[in-house]
């Protein structure tokens, strides 16, 4: 493998990866995970949805792009920790349905919305690392799917023709688990999210445009303020861990005697309570 380390993506995404310059970066990001190799990105949104505080501002890209079928999608790349998860990404893809519909504007024009969350921490249970979900209507009796169709030209006949396709409105979302990811690259997504949770490229990878985030993101391209900043990223990064491991270990340690209390409360011996806690005698006798 090459050992060259790269900038940690969460890091590029709230700095590097704002620049049109490296737009190309996020492309051949968004074009694995998509499946779709003509996304081309058109501008980043700074709008209120944007930039509504700090941990907004820092935590989240919302990008427009365009797809191989010329359509406008507005894409939510998230990358924080927050207590109600779910409900924020609710929210956010909401407000910007809602702030790109003008008021009195057809309804038929209503954005696109696909939200992208790169989580670094457990959101639940699962035995996979990328969910996709949107919003499907399934018969009650049945179980199949109600799928509604919508009527489009067909721009290449000389005379009127249309075909009907599956009407897709509501926004999707896709959640990527980087800790579940087990670094066997079978797929193009793959060779991205080894790069996201390793820092570096995986050997062999081909991936539109991942030669170009091991060019833009290397740690040597940085500048001295850059990194200066990225060091401190990383402090505050590592104290966040062991806050968490601390209040784990402490959460443990209530469990444990808890545990040995209700033992000896029963009669059961000190020897056998050591063994089933890992308390100390000392520990147990106080109890």
């Known amino acids: 493998m090459n050992t060259k380390k790269l900038i940690r993506f969460d890091w590029a995404m709230k700095t590097l990866l704002r620049d049109k310059a490296n737009f190309d970066v996020l492309e051949g990001f968004l074009c694995a995970l998509l499946e779709d190799d003509n996304i081309k990105i058109l501008t980043i949104l700074e709008s209120e949805t944007n930039a509504e505080d700090e941990n907004d501002k820092f935590n989240r890209v919302d990008l427009l792009v365009q797809d191989s079928q010329l359509r406008k999608i507005y894409i939510e790349i998230q990358n924080t920790r927050e207590t109600d998860y779910l409900e924020s990404l609710l929210y956010a893809t909401s407000k910007i349905i809602v702030e790109h519909q003008a008021l009195g504007e057809d309804f038929k024009d209503i954005s696109k919305v696909i939200s992208i969350s790169i989580l670094y921490f457990n959101l639940g249970y699962g035995d996979d690392y990328i969910y996709f979900g949107t919003t499907e209507f399934k018969g009650k009796n049945t179980g199949n799917k109600f799928i509604v169709k919508k ?26 688990t980087v800790e579940r990811y087990k670094n066997i690259v079978q797929k193009r997504i793959d060779e991205w999210i080894y790069m996201i949770k390793n820092n570096e490229i995986a050997e062999g990878s081909t991936s539109k445009n991942i030669d170009k985030a091991k060019q833009k993101l290397a740690e040597i391209n940085m500048t001295e303020a850059q990194k200066k900043a990225y060091d401190k990223y990383l402090t505050h990064l590592a104290k966040d861990r062991d806050v968490v491991n601390t209040a784990k270990e402490e959460g443990r340690y209530e469990r444990n005697i808890e545990i040995a209390r209700n033992l000896k409360q029963n009669g059961v011996s000190t020897d056998i309570i050591q063994k089933s806690t890992g308390l100390t005698e000392e520990q147990i006798d106080e109890l």
């Open 151 to 176: 009527r489009i030209a067909i721009s290449e006949t000389l005379e009127p023709k249309y075909k009907f396709v599956e009407k897709r409105i509501f926004p999707e979302y896709y959640i990527i």
